[in-house]
């Protein structure tokens, strides 16, 4: 089935789920939150777990023999189950909770990285990765001896996929790659990428932290050895993020972090380690924010992540069409018909994007400005900066016009 034939959201009725989205700023203007790249607002179903859960069964997990202990320990363990039944994992064992996306690739650099990689060996990236991983790969390829590789863009902000074909070889042993660009909006071939990862014996990092939140994800069909995602950009709490790996190569890794929970034996001369996934859990957990991630699950999967992806791609299209009716305008990425995500990053004529965001912070509109953790990214953009609208469930083309309205009033104001 197409998106285009799935029923549209009851856009009224979600919002009432966000009342962040009633309050007024500034002036007394009405809130238009187009920063849902960022962080998503988290609707009342997930704050109401977190409060059942402090008012209800709050203890720590795996340590105690009493109710309270055991509920939370049950609620804790079957959120890593309710993750991986929605990203298509095939248990708990392959569901690591870190503190987020940045966390999830800093365990696998340090964990699988600093173990594996040596010189000669080449971990390839693409040059519209997030700093959560190009740094990540950088320092630790520093450590270790290895380079690290850059697959190229095309003008329209695409990979390009002859040049990976050949820069991926045998000497590859990482490719790590976004599933969508937060910046340019690109959805990557990433099941291309992974089969090409896997043709050289090499492993496929996917960072999915803007595609999780908005549109199905099945980690299996891509094929991806690891994947990772945040709990605060798809209606969940901040503070958890999710690692996923394949069991045996999880199993195969030294932890990341050593202390409670994560060892099964210890004496006084060694250690031995706990079952996946608690072997990479060590310490108190995120008890809360698990509960609440497994609450965002199932207010996602209420809603269908089909038409969660519908949505995005239509306010997508929606908002890059009104941009372009400003030929000063320039906007990055892909266009709508070569599929993008739910967000839209541009310049306006001369006008500095940190300008730009807080003209329109005037009018309520709260978009991002900078280089949205793209640094090198922007520089093959030739630009330093760049605004960025990204959307979630609750937006609306409504909202959209407020921004383009702002933005109009921003360009004469510079002109
Ligand atoms: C594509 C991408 N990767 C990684 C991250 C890092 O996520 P977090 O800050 O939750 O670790 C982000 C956050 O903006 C992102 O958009």
Redesign the pocket.
């Known amino acids: 089935m197409s998106t285009q034939d799935i029923e549209p959201l009851d856009i009224e009725r979600i919002r009432e789920d966000f009342p962040i989205l009633e309050r007024t700023v500034g002036d007394d203007v009405p809130l238009v939150y187009l920063d849902n790249?960022?962080?998503s607002q988290t609707p009342e179903q997930v704050v109401d777990a977190i409060v059942d859960y402090y008012h209800g069964y709050n203890a720590n997990v795996h340590r105690g023999v009493h109710q309270l202990s055991q509920e939370a320990s049950i609620a804790y363990e079957e959120a890593h189950d309710r993750v991986a039944e929605f990203i298509g994992a095939d248990g708990r064992e392959e569901i690591v909770f870190t503190?987020?996306?940045?966390?999830?690739?800093n365990l696998v650099a340090y964990a699988w990285g600093l173990a594996e990689l040596g010189p000669g060996d080449e971990v390839v990236l693409t040059e519209m990765?997030?700093?959560?991983?190009l740094v990540t790969w950088q320092q630790v390829a520093k450590r270790t001896g290895a380079t690290v590789e850059y697959i190229p863009i095309d003008g329209d902000g695409q990979l390009d996929m002859d040049a990976a074909g050949d820069l991926v070889t045998d000497d590859t042993k990482m490719v790590s790659a976004?599933?969508?660009?937060?910046?340019l909006g690109t959805v990557n071939p990433v099941s291309e990428l992974a089969d090409l990862a896997h043709e050289h014996d090499a492993y496929a990092f996917i960072?999915?932290?803007?595609?999780v939140p908005t549109r199905p994800v099945d980690v299996g069909d891509i094929d991806a050895d690891f994947y990772?995602?945040?709990?605060?950009?798809m209606a969940g709490p901040?503070g958890i993020?999710v690692l996923y790996g394949k069991e045996h190569i999880l199993e195969a890794m030294q932890p990341y972090l050593y202390g409670g929970d994560m060892i099964r034996k210890v004496t006084f001369e060694d250690s031995t380690w706990n079952d996946l996934p608690w072997k990479f859990e060590a310490g108190t957990p995120l008890i809360a924010q698990a509960v609440g991630l497994d609450a965002a699950i199932d207010y996602l999967e209420d809603i269908g992540m089909e038409r969660v992806q519908r949505h995005e791609e239509r306010l997508s299209r929606y908002a890059y069409e009104r941009l372009s009716e400003f030929d000063d305008v320039e906007i990055y990425g892909p266009s709508p018909d070569q599929g993008r995500g739910g967000l839209v990053a541009f310049n306006v004529g001369s006008v500095h994007a940190h300008d730009l965001a807080s003209i329109v912070n005037d009018y309520g509109v709260a978009i991002r400005a900078g280089d949205?953790?793209?640094q090198p990214l922007h520089d093959t953009l030739g630009v330093a900066a760049s605004a960025r609208a990204s959307f979630y469930v609750y937006n609306t083309e409504a909202e959209i016009d407020v921004l383009v309205d702002a933005i109009d009033d921003a360009r004469e104001l510079f002109a």
């Open positions: 790249g960022a962080t503190k987020n996306t940045t966390e999830a690739m990765e997030h700093h959560a991983s976004v599933h969508v660009s937060n910046t960072d999915g932290a803007q595609a990772a995602f945040s709990g605060h950009k901040t993020g949205h953790c793209t």
